[in-house]
DNA sequence: GACACAACGTATCACCGATACCGAACGACT
DNA sequence: AGTCGTTCGGTATCGGTGATACGTTGTGTC
């Protein structure tokens, strides 16, 4: 048997946490039912998470970076959207398999404070971010779009964990998804038809203050749109 | 001096405990801190709350009706999509300047659970939007719309309360509520002339498969909506 | 082989949520 | 009117928690 490391103890300690937040609940995660289930003295978790909440930090860092390693065949695709797009999915999926975790990433909010755990899920967004932007297929900055992928992406996951799982909307993660990708990519979103007459309206409605078009042409434009939107 | 009645004590003990919670924040809310703030012995909190998470809840609740009759000049303004968007400013307000309230409504959260405060917000929400699917405004059912909105709007408030206020991104409750509208209201928005491009853009995507239009004049259109869009 | 230093383990502190238990005040019934 | 039952407020305390002081043991170094 080799020497025991600083690091194992620290991993045991972790493991021996995690298990006992899935098996017990967040309540369950005291410092003595840890250390008690990891074979450690109490003094331990304070010499090497420092505070107790240094340790359910380390718990959510390590609950989720196992995930993501275990789900680590999400490579590159190519297309930096796709790649969004699974990345949002993931998160979803991450936070309703591991509801636990989750609310210790994102749950217990206090001002001016953010898990590290959820700074490196925001990294991981911003990097994506950043090459939809280098794609030339982003139209906000690259600092709000993953601001707003990230705040909504986690108050749809809380959303979905506060609510009993049979009231659950399960399309709720996809259109918010969706509706944040449009607002923050290129225009160039699959034409549904439907929605046709409504482009056709909207732009009418604010037809008037251009002056890229000619009268004439404005006013066969004007008829051609009210036939599109009266279809 | 009339009688001192159980309400009164009640209205007392939650006073007290805002007071706590403002001046130490959510760590200050202990059983004994707060009865001795209220001059009340802690077996009364039991009493009357039931539990320590009865009494956190009780004080979320109070902390946002109290900020509610604050505001209560938001009255309904007979738009029913304009009250939607005061509705949410008022809840992002509400919980920039109060967010160790806001935290205890939405923060804590637990698998299944909603706090009570939380709840009273979704029904006064889903009883706007109700109007507005009333009014023939609604492009999604309401039971949707109002998950959405709601959701966005406590990812978007948790985000920012979780950012230093040095570093937020004051435009991302307008983006992201605007965002949310557009995906959840009929296409009646009033034109701003600025986003006719995208209008344009958006029309000229979903050209191709209408039958209103002949070729040529849909060649000619999408000439027009082109000047349009690089305008 | 002795020593300095770091890691470990015991014991304990102050505090917390929660409750059992007792006494007093109040109202109802005879 | 007097007794009694019931409900409410107060004392004291229980088990448990986060955190740490301090003695002890092991280890690497000279």
Redesign the interface.
């Given at each position: 048997m080799v020497t025991k490391t600083a690091v194992d103890t620290r991993e045991r300690i972790l493991e021996a946490a995690a298990a006992l937040l899935v098996a017990e609940?967040?309540d369950g995660l005291s410092t003595r039912a840890v250390s008690a289930a990891a074979g450690v003295q109490p003094p331990a978790l304070y010499r090497l998470f420092g505070d107790k909440d240094g340790l359910l930090d380390a718990v959510a860092a390590y609950g989720f970076d196992e995930y993501l390693t275990s789900k680590r065949e999400l490579g590159s695709t190519g297309d930096a959207v796709e790649d969004l797009r699974r990345g949002w999915d993931l998160h979803v999926e991450f936070g309703l398999s591991r509801?636990?975790f989750y609310?210790l990433m994102?749950?217990?909010?206090?001002?001016?404070?953010?898990s590290p755990a959820?700074r490196e899920a925001e990294a991981m967004l911003r990097s994506i971010v950043e090459r939809v932007a280098q794609a030339g297929r982003l139209r906000?900055s690259v600092?709000?779009a993953a601001?707003?992928v990230?705040?909504?992406?986690?108050?749809?996951v809380?959303?979905?964990?506060?609510?009993?799982?049979a009231e659950r909307?399960a399309?709720?993660s996809e259109?918010?998804r969706e509706?944040?990708l449009?607002?923050i990519l290129a225009?160039?979103?699959e034409?549904?038809?439907s929605?046709?007459p409504?482009?056709?309206?909207?732009?009418r409605?604010?037809?008037?203050?251009?002056a890229?078009?000619t009268d004439a042409?404005r006013v066969l434009?004007a008829e051609?749109l009210d036939?599109?939107a009266d279809?």
């Open positions: 609940g967040r509801p636990e609310v994102y749950g217990d909010a206090r001002p001016g404070r953010t959820a906000v600092e709000r601001r707003l990230h705040a909504t992406g986690m108050g749809v809380l959303n979905l964990i506060a609510t009993p799982e909307d399309e709720l259109t918010a509706t944040v449009s607002r225009g160039n979103e034409p549904t038809g929605d046709l409504e482009r056709a309206i909207a732009l409605a604010g037809l008037d203050g251009t890229v078009l042409e434009l051609w036939r599109i279809a």
